[in-house]
T-cell receptor, first 114, second 114 residues
Framework: NAGVMQNPRHLVRRRGQEARLRCSPM?????VYWYRQLPEEGLKFMVY????????ESGMPKERFSAEFPKEGPSILRIQQVVRGDSAAYFC????????????FGSGTRLTVV | GDSVTQMEGPVTLSEEAFLTINCTYTATGYPSLFWYVQYPGEGLQLLLK?????DKGSNKGFEATYRKETTSFHLEKGSVQVSDSAVYFC?????????????FGGGTRLMVKP
C-alpha cells in the first residue's frame, strides 16, 4: 500500500509563472490536508478537502492560491503568478476519517521561485 | 487562538546523552498532542501522541507525558543515537476541531555527534 504520493519533489518556477502541486492520497483516504513550511519554520495549515469539496480553507492566502480534490485523480494545489515569498515546502497529508491525528504525510514538494 | 511553543534549536548532544525538548501549548479544553519527526529531505512522521491528561506517549525510546497542569508535552529520550538527528515538531489538535487540523510549533533541530 503506497503512502501519500506528492509530485514533483522539486519544482522551480520563475516569478509570474504558475505552480501546480499534486497529491495522491493513500488508498481509501478521502480527506486531504495541505500544509506549507517556510524556511526554518514549522508547518502551517492551508486547506482541508474531501472529495469534490473544500471543507476549510482558512489558512489559504486569499489571492493566487486554490486547491481542488476531484472525484477522480489527485488533489491539486495551484499557485498562480508565483512570487519569491511562495518558496517553501508544501506537504500533503491524507486520512480515512477524522480521528484526531490519524493521518499520513507525503514527502512534500519543494517549490523554489527564481 | 491555539498555539504551540517549542524550545529553539539547534540542540547538539553527544551520542548516549539524555534528551529533553520542551513543548508548551495554549488551547481550551483538552487538545490531542503529538510529536512529529522530520528527517532531512523527507516528510513528517508521527513519533508519538497523547489524547488525554496524564497519558504517556512512547515510541522508539522517546516518551512524552501530557501535563494539563503545566500545559506541557516535553519530549524525552534516555540515550540518543546519531540516527536521531532530525527536526522535531510538537503539535496539537484542539478538542473542538472537527476538521482534525494540526497546529505546529516551530520545530527543534537535534544534532547528535558520535
Amino acid at each position: 500500500n503506497a503512502g501519500v504520493m506528492q509530485n514533483p519533489r522539486h519544482l522551480v518556477r520563475r516569478r509570474g509563472q504558475e505552480a501546480r502541486l499534486r497529491c495522491s492520497p493513500m488508498k481509501g483516504h478521502s480527506h486531504v490536508y495541505w500544509y506549507r513550511q517556510l524556511p526554518e519554520e514549522g508547518l502551517k495549515f492551508m486547506v482541508y478537502l474531501q472529495k469534490e469539496n473544500i471543507i476549510d480553507e482558512s489558512g489559504m492566502p486569499k489571492e493566487r492560491f486554490s486547491a481542488e480534490f476531484p472525484k477522480e485523480g489527485p488533489s491539486i494545489l495551484r499557485i498562480q503568478q508565483v512570487v519569491r515569498g511562495d518558496s517553501a515546502a508544501y506537504f500533503c497529508a491524507s486520512s480515512p476519517d477524522t480521528r484526531k491525528g490519524g493521518y499520513t504525510f507525503g514527502s512534500g514538494t519543494r517549490l523554489t521561485v527564481v | 487562538g491555539d498555539s504551540v511553543t517549542q524550545m529553539e534549536g539547534p540542540v547538539t548532544l553527544s551520542e548516549e546523552a539524555f534528551l529533553t525538548i520542551n513543548c508548551t501549548y495554549t488551547a481550551t479544553g483538552y487538545p490531542s498532542l503529538f510529536w512529529y519527526v522530520q528527517y532531512p529531505g523527507e516528510g513528517l512522521q508521527l513519533l508519538l501522541k497523547a489524547t488525554k491528561a496524564d497519558d504517556k506517549g512512547s515510541n522508539k525510546g522517546f516518551e512524552a507525558t501530557y501535563r494539563k497542569e503545566t500545559t506541557s508535552f516535553h519530549l524525552e529520550k534516555g540515550s540518543v543515537q546519531v540516527s536521531d538527528s532530525a527536526v522535531y515538531f510538537c503539535a496539537l489538535i484542539p478538542a473542538s476541531n472537527a476538521g482534525n487540523m494540526l497546529t505546529f510549533g516551530g520545530g527543534t533541530r537535534l544534532m547528535v555527534k558520535p
